[in-house]
Every structure is written in C-alpha cells, then in structure tokens.
C-alpha cells in the first residue's frame, strides 16, 4: 500500500466504512462470534482478540486480503496480544500509582494535586496508546508499544483525522453497550466488534509510511 493512497484512506475515514468493516465478510462475521465466545474465557480471550486485532490491522497495512483468517496461530495471536497488553498496563500505571496516593491521602493537602496528576497522565496514556499500538500493528515492532514518545509523536502526526477516528471509535464503543440488553451476553459480540472498529478508524487515520520508509520512521 503507497503512503499516498493511505493518507487519501485517512483523509476519507467515514462511520459507515468504519462501523460495517467488522461485518463486511462472512470471515469478518465469524471472527466477530468467535472473538465473543473466547471473552466468555475473560483474560485470556481479551488477550487473544487483542492479538487479533493487532494481526487484522497488519495485513490493511501490507494490503493482504483477506483481512480476517481466524486466531491462528493461537499461540502468535496470544503472544501479540500480550505484548500488548503488557504495553497497555505499563501506560496506565503511572495514573493509577497517582490515583492510589491520593486515595490513601485524602483529604490531605496533596490529595487534590495528585488526582489532577492522575488525570492528566491517564488522558496523556489514552492519548498516546492508538498511536503506539496502531504501528506496531503495522510494523510488529514492539518499540512503537514501550516508548510512549514515539508513540505520543505518532498520534500527533494524525492530527484530525486521528481525532475524526476518537469520535468514530468512543461512538462504536457506546452503541456495543446496547448489547447488554440481550441478556447481557449480546455485549460480548457488540465489543468485539466496537474494538475492531477501533483499530481499523486507526488503521485508516493515521499516516502510515509505505514498508520501504519503516526503518527510517523505526529510528526515531
């Protein structure tokens, strides 16, 4: 896939392309219930769709249909996921540490200060996590994950259209909560397919160089 062919991609990111990306194929539709029946495993089937999303991300980015081929091999869809995962919580910890003193501070007088910390430090991991994640994704290089910078500059050079893939994706994600209506178990499907939105608004918005510029843009 060129650079320029992707950037047009990002510049053309709509709901209607995102939202029916995850049900496209009947191979898309099978991953969707196949994802939901491994979250009845909770961590571990997580993991595994984490992965999953990571490795449907990768062949949109070398253009290699078809897009969703099952979570095999497990064991590398599991072992990407929790790379990521991994990455997740690295990225996370410094908002909860904060959050956890101020809980045991309160309501002394650094309470306050350590709870904005906490606040701004979740936004900042939040922020910066699509960025990191989406090339790695790409790239299957794990330094997009454990260097937040790179992944802060990365989410920074989508500038709108990565903002244009936050709405789509927190819509994608509020509308699976309509899957608790179905007993609850329909939640399980509508996430799966609310995060594969995720990752494919983020796929298409930021600006992914072609495979030949990757060890330029590794370097950074």
Not at 27 to 42: C, F, I, K, N, P
Not at 186 to 209: E, I, K, M, P, Q
């Amino acid at each position: 896939m060129r650079e320029k062919e992707f950037h047009a991609q990002g510049a053309e990111l709509t709901l209607l392309d995102c939202f029916s990306f995850p049900l496209r194929t009947p191979e898309a539709r099978r991953d969707v219930l196949v994802g939901a029946l491994l979250l009845l495993t909770t961590l571990p089937g997580w993991i595994l769709n984490l992965g999953h999303r990571l490795e449907v991300v990768y062949r949109i980015f070398h253009d290699e249909p078809p897009y969703f081929r099952g979570f095999k091999p497990v064991l590398f869809v599991f072992k990407r996921g929790l790379t990521a995962w991994f990455a997740i919580a690295i990225y996370l910890t410094p908002s909860a540490l904060c959050a956890f003193a101020a809980w045991l501070l309160w309501p002394g007088p650094w309470a306050m200060t350590l709870v904005c910390v906490a606040v701004a430090a979740f936004a900042l991991a939040v922020f910066s996590l699509p960025g990191g994640m989406t090339f790695n994704a790409a790239f299957r290089d794990v330094s997009y994950l454990y260097r937040p910078d790179k992944a802060f500059r990365r989410a920074l050079e989508g500038r709108t259209v990565y903002l244009k893939a936050w709405v789509i994706g927190g819509t994608a994600v509020l509308l699976s909560l309509l899957g608790l209506v179905v007993v609850g178990i329909g939640f399980l499907a509508t996430s799966v397919w609310a995060w594969t939105v995720v990752g494919y608004a983020f796929s298409r918005a930021l600006s992914l160089s072609t495979r030949g510029a990757t060890h330029s843009s590794r370097s950074r």
